[in-house]
């Protein structure tokens, strides 16, 4: 099964970017897609972006038009650049498959002050 290793997250102020990091183990990533999550304090998880096999992208109305995903097979990773952050995108991000079926792991911890 393929595990996901999330890192790349900080304090940022409001306006700033990010760009978060996600590697996969096993060979098997090529054939999978993929999906951003995040968890803010108190609220539960939702879906962010995903990209799946043909880097075919999608996003939540809240982060589209600032976030991009993106995959890079030779390197068993996907990224997620986050621009014009706001305080709200405030939240622990994971990656997973799309629809969530490998084990979670620790995520990367995002802060946007004001």
């Known amino acids: 099964q393929v595990q996901f290793v999330e890192s790349g997250g900080g304090l940022v102020q409001a306006g700033g970017s990010l760009r978060l990091s996600c590697a996969a183990s096993g060979s098997t990533f090529r054939f999978i897609a993929v999906a951003w999550y995040r968890q803010a304090p108190g609220k539960q998880r939702e879906l962010v972006a995903t990209?799946?096999?043909?880097?075919?992208?999608s996003y939540a109305d809240s982060v589209k038009g600032r976030f991009t995903i993106s995959r890079d097979n030779a390197k068993n990773t996907v990224y997620l650049q986050m621009n014009s952050l706001k305080p709200e995108d405030t939240a622990v991000y994971y990656c997973n498959t799309w629809g969530g079926s490998a084990t979670w792991g620790q995520g990367t911890q995002v802060t946007v002050s004001a």
């Open positions: 990209i799946n096999i043909a880097s075919t992208t």
